[in-house]
């Protein structure tokens, strides 16, 4: 027997149960030692006193259960330390995974050789490998990460990038100091995105209709596995052989992949300021960028990841075409660092030369008693969308910064000693910016600036990169429609509506029996929760 009721939670209490019961059991079941439930609900229910829509951003599954069965009442009782969450994409695309990896497929594995750490907080490690030694064209149609499971907690991101230019031999098998002085001119030129990985992501399956193009004329000669290792602990003895492996066929498939790394540049002119609930950052694709670099007929997307740090709580992706907003690629209001994953669109989105990228992240400064920057660091901030594409065209990089003199003007701060890459007084930025006394008005001068200032703009091809830095005469207006964005208006039923007829969203709810289970709580979003008992 079952009791099934729709509860929500307004605080660490007692969920209570909803006026309006919005979730349907349809059947449970006990079976090879796991409890089974299926359960629907509509997708927006309209009760928005007590209930979150299902969308495609991130839900936070909640569940816990009870050894103690409920009374006839239906009450329930504290269930303990037995309890757990999980971050999830319910609307996700589905994959038939198993039925895109051909049976001709290699994996081959780049992997760190015992790389000892450095006791510094943030290292960014680079190690090179030659390409695949191919006598023809192939398609690489997996990848994923290989983490040493000792050291998965300071595995932050793996970016696996592809090369064209050539290198010397004595580089292979060597790795560097990322975006060091020691390392070679030529790697630092090498911003071309194959595989990206981040906390919380899954191994990746190309569509059956794509492949990262290998072994060709064209092809990269050489790849750069880029490493990102966060050690809050400044720990001197971790010794790290993690990396990515990839699969790839000579099976060839229809189309070519291209990956664009979009967004705000990585630097410290980005600034957001302590105490605030949500800051907007806008980096830009500009319209000057895509016509340079797409093909007449466009591009097709099919996939794409976001990317901030801690402070990070929603991004968005746009497409622009002129200064109408054309689609809204990717959106996740709910955001979770601990969650990155690449995701598929559900049909293709069609990119145009001329059309703008717009990626908006939004970031909760409110613990914080100084500003944050954009760094390298997992405690500074990025603001990045990475965009999968076919067929691959020459554009890997395309990303803006609003001048650090334009911010600082805007506040009130003296902007004379600062060049654009702040080399006559590296500090004076950073001491400028902390100096600041945050109150709504700075804040509201820094954000509005953001919106109206001029763009440096860096967009880059796989033989050149135009224009050459993130310098003047190099710049654009910033497109006069990129704004603040405003969240959707959720429509909600009458408060004196109490019950819901329609069914929608079913899902099956399964758990292992390895505990006495007489009870169940379980939340798709913190404020949502279903009681589920079922007697055993």
């Known amino acids: 027997m079952a009791f099934f009721k729709d509860r929500h939670a307004t605080a660490k209490a007692k ?141 932050h991101h793996l970016l696996l990038y592809a090369c064209y230019s050539p290198l010397k031999e004595d580089a292979v098998g060597k790795g560097y100091m990322c975006y060091n002085n020691t390392m070679p001119a030529e790697l630092g030129e090498c911003r071309h995105p194959m595989a990206v990985w981040a906390v919380g992501g899954d191994d990746f399956y190309f569509p059956e209709n794509v492949g990262f193009a290998l072994g060709g004329p064209g092809d990269p000669t050489f790849f750069v596995l880029e490493m990102h290792y966060d050690n809050p602990q400044g720990r001197a003895d971790i010794k790290d052989s993690s990396g990515m492996a990839i699969w790839y066929t000579p099976d060839l498939r229809a189309n070519d992949v291209g990956i664009l790394e979009s967004g705000y540049a990585v630097a410290d002119y980005m600034v957001i300021p302590p105490g605030q609930s949500s800051f907007q950052i806008t980096g830009v694709c500009t319209s000057e960028c895509t016509n340079a670099s797409l093909p007449e007929t466009g591009i097709k997307a099919f996939a794409y990841m976001l990317h901030t740090h801690l402070l990070g709580h929603k991004i968005n992706l746009r497409q622009y075409r002129g200064k109408t907003l054309l689609a809204e690629l990717g959106r996740d209001d709910q955001y979770d660092f601990n969650y990155q994953q690449t995701r598929l669109f559900a049909e293709d989105k069609v990119i145009k030369p001329g059309d703008s990228l717009v990626v908006d992240c939004f970031y909760n400064s409110a613990s914080r008693q100084q500003p ?137 709810f399964i758990l292992p029996s390895s505990a006495p289970l007489k009870g169940l709580a379980f939340s798709p979003l913190a404020l949502i929760l279903i009681q589920l008992f079922l007697h055993l």
């Open 15 to 155: 969920p209570i149960v909803d006026p309006h019961q919005d979730w349907f059991l349809i059947t449970s079941r006990k079976e090879q030692g796991y409890t089974i439930l299926k359960f629907t609900r509509l997708l927006d229910t309209k009760d928005c006193e007590h209930d979150r829509p299902i969308t495609k951003d991130t839900l936070r599954l909640i569940w816990a259960y009870s050894t103690v069965l409920p009374p006839p009442a239906g009450d329930i009782s504290y269930h303990g330390n037995r309890r757990g969450s999980k971050s999830i994409n319910l609307l996700e695309p589905s994959q038939n995974k198993g039925s895109l990896i051909p049976a001709s497929a290699i994996r081959q594995d780049f992997l760190n050789p015992n790389v000892t750490l450095p006791s510094e907080t943030t290292t960014y490690w680079c190690q090179v490998f030659s390409a695949p030694q191919l006598d023809r064209k192939h398609h690489m149609v997996k990848f994923g990460p290989v983490i040493q499971k000792e050291n998965k907690a300071v595995v």
């Open 372 to 508: 944050t920057f954009g760094g390298l660091p997992t405690h500074d901030e990025m603001c990045l969308a990475y965009i999968y594409y076919y067929p691959r065209a020459d554009l890997s990089f395309c990303q803006s910064v609003v001048p650090p003199h334009e911010e600082v003007m805007a506040l009130g701060i003296d902007p004379s000693p600062l060049s654009f890459n702040m080399v006559n007084q590296p500090n004076y930025w950073a001491n400028a910016m902390k100096n600041v006394t945050w109150t709504s008005a700075m804040v509201n001068a820094l954000q509005q600036q953001q919106f109206k200032s001029n763009n440096y703009i860096r967009c880059q091809k796989k033989d050149f990169t135009f224009p050459p830095a993130f310098e003047p005469p190099h710049q654009q207006m910033h497109p006069s429609y990129i704004g603040a964005v405003t969240d959707p208006v959720q429509d909600c039923m009458p408060s004196n509506n109490t019950m819901s007829t329609a069914r929608a969203s079913t899902s099956d």
